[in-house]
């Protein structure tokens, strides 16, 4: 089926009576990314009638601003921070009264570490200036002691960090979330975002979350390794398996379309600290490095001349765009990276 809407240029109609019939909200999400636009109405109406939270969030992100008051009064209805956070990050035409029914929800819920995330991506990431959305904030702050006038992007890092127990992140050692061999030579570098560098550095080596990078870059220059060179992080693995979400075919890139096995086994990954993908100076300075660095590790131990284009130092969303659209982001510099490792000597 899921070859079918991928390559399903012919006999439309037929495709999307077999999908419906379905009732799979997963199909019909499907169904809309590759064929935008077809009968639009009855797959919103259907995916909020399944009350499948999941795809709901997914089908916000790209459909015309026309449905966010149906898709959003549905959305609120979950009940869960993290879907409604990622609502507010991700859909990027929310106006303010999207906005701020998604605050009052998270205020609601009392999730802290999505209520956060929140006011960090209202003011700093999008700098927003609405009054209503700035009273209810000050009351949240309230209980930190901090209010609107006097906060700083690193007051809210601060706070958040309260969140995360840093004590048990091993220094010395590389993380175990990885696997220890490479199964072809690797010859693509992957660029992520992530919301903090230290909850990022202490998910990937946590062994419960099954995630990692090699690398995590914060927005002040700090630099961590998590995973050796020699190994495969776990940060943009695809699947051969269509049930998937991060099933390899629906990489927007060739190579990864063509070859089966997972990408983690031919990638490095590198991980900056921001909500949209801009980097500060010395971040963006420090992942030219350790790109670099990168590109002559491949030289020494694969004898392999890393292809400076955009087919191998690609964006997270370009492995996986249907779970990731958003890494690394609308502002990452990915075209300006390039250009510059091309007038570069490695
Ligand atoms: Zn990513």
Same mark, same amino acid.
């Given at each position: 089926m899921i070859e079918k809407i991928i390559n399903?240029?012919?006999?439309i109609e037929n495709l999307y009576c077999e999908i419906y019939e379905n009732k799979s909200a997963r199909l019909l999400f499907l169904f809309y990314f590759y @064929?935008? +636009?077809?009968k639009t109405d009855d797959i919103v109406d259907k995916i909020i009638e399944l009350e499948d939270y999941h795809y709901l969030h997914f089908l916000i992100r790209i459909i015309?601003?026309?449905?966010y008051d149906k898709l959003l009064t549905s959305i609120l209805n979950c009940n869960d921070a993290k879907t409604i956070y990622y609502v507010a990050f991700d859909?990027?035409? #929310?106006n303010m009264k999207h906005l701020n029914l998604l605050l009052d929800k998270l205020i609601q819920l009392n999730d802290k570490k999505y209520l956060l995330l929140f006011i960090n991506y209202f003011l700093f990431v999008r700098k927003y200036n609405d009054l209503d959305i700035k009273t209810k904030i000050n009351s949240v702050l309230k209980s930190y002691n #901090?209010?609107?006038? $006097? #906060?700083?992007e690193e007051d809210i890092s601060k706070i958040m960090v309260e969140?995360?127990?840093?004590?048990?992140?091993? &220094? =010395?050692n590389f993380s175990s979330?990885?696997?220890?061999?490479?199964?072809?030579?690797p010859d693509m570098i992957v660029c992520h975002i992530c919301n903090n560098y230290e909850k990022a550095i202490k998910t990937f080596y &946590?062994? @419960?979350?099954?995630v990692s990078a090699h690398f995590v870059i914060a927005r002040d220059g700090r630099v961590k390794q998590?995973?050796?060179?020699d190994d495969c992080a776990w940060a943009n693995g695809t699947s051969v398996?269509? $049930?998937?979400? =991060?099933?390899?075919?629906?990489?927007?890139n060739d190579i990864i379309r063509n070859r +089966?096995?997972?990408a983690n086994y031919y990638t490095f990954s590198i991980e900056h600290e921001s909500f949209d993908g801009s980097l500060t100076d010395i971040q963006y300075k420090n992942s030219l490095e350790i790109i670099k660095k990168i590109i002559k590790y491949m030289k020494d131990k694969y004898n392999y001349d890393f292809i400076i284009d955009t087919d191998h130092l690609i964006g997270h969303n370009n492995v996986n765009?249907?779970?990731?659209?958003?890494?690394?982001?609308?502002?990452?510099?990915l075209v300006k990276m390039i250009s510059d490792l091309k007038r570069t000597k490695i």
């Open positions: 399903g240029k012919n006999d @064929h935008r +636009k077809y015309d601003e026309k449905y859909t990027k035409k #929310l #901090l209010n609107i006038i $006097t #906060l700083k969140y995360v127990d840093i004590s048990s992140i091993e &220094d =010395a979330n990885c696997y220890k061999d490479r199964k072809i030579i &946590d062994p @419960h979350s099954e998590i995973v050796s060179l398996n269509d $049930t998937s979400n =991060a099933y390899y075919k629906f990489s927007t +089966k096995i997972n765009p249907i779970v990731k659209p958003s890494c690394p982001g609308e502002y990452f510099p």
